[in-house]
T-cell receptor, first 112, second 116 residues
């Protein structure tokens, strides 16, 4: 039972354009959501998070949107850069804890 | 201190052997986590320590798995009688007492286990 789903295994975007990565969840009790980025041969790195009491959080080129009624969140990267090429994992916090439930990841490739 | 350190980075073993992984968290991080990632999946929570106390274990952690954090610093994860299904990347993460938001973990580079 996949509680956090990333239905797009890969995404290819031109440099300078917007990248939109999507994530759906099934458990309405999740109260905190995060995005992690992972380069090959490295561990995941925290990118940005959002509390369930908000619907948007921005950090530089990265913005996360949360739609609680649809149980959907998305990560927008504007403008996309080649260094953003990585696997992006969506994660939900179970009860505000560090016990994270991850999606299966979306591989983003940003080409020149 | 540059981050969470894991050793070994890669372990190849035969089915039935025991393996042990070590994790050194960031200094002063009192919370330490083990996750497992299999091919095509995201990381899955295994267990969690606060200082030396193991506070939670996932049902994924069978009796063949044991984790310790004897002095509240480094941690070990031992897998006894390995099976081919144990082949995965074992990720360690840590978090400090003053870190603000839940889930913001610092991950190591992982220990990849291959069971033949």
């Amino acid at each position: 039972d996949q509680q956090v789903k990333q239905n797009s295994p890969s995404l290819s975007v031109q440099e300078g354009r917007i990248s939109i990565l999507n994530c759906d969840y099934t458990n309405s009790m999740f109260d905190y959501f995060l995005w992690y980025k992972k380069y090959p041969a490295e561990g995941p790195t925290f990118l940005i998070s959002i509390s369930s009491i908000k619907d948007k959080n921005e950090d530089g080129r990265f913005t996360v949107f949360l739609n609680k009624s649809a149980k959907h969140l998305s990560l927008h990267i504007v403008p996309s850069q080649p260094g953003d090429s990585a696997v992006y994992f969506c994660a939900a916090s179970d009860g505000g804890t560090d016990k994270l439930i991850f999606g299966t990841g979306t591989r983003l490739q940003v080409f020149p | 201190d540059t981050g969470v350190s894991q050793d070994p980075r890669h372990k190849i073993t035969k089915r039935g052997q025991n393996v042990t992984f070590r994790c050194d968290p960031i200094s002063e991080h009192n919370r330490l986590y083990w996750y497992r990632q299999t091919l095509g999946q995201g990381p899955e929570f295994l267990t969690y320590f606060q200082n030396e106390a193991q506070l939670e274990k996932s049902r994924l952690l069978s009796d063949r798995f044991s984790a310790e954090r004897p002095k509240g610093s480094f941690s070990t994860l031992e897998i006894q009688r390995t099976e081919q299904g144990d082949s995965a990347m074992y990720l360690c993460a840590s978090r400090g007492p003053r870190d603000k938001f839940p889930g913001e973990l610092f991950f190591g580079e992982g220990s990849r286990l291959t069971v033949l």
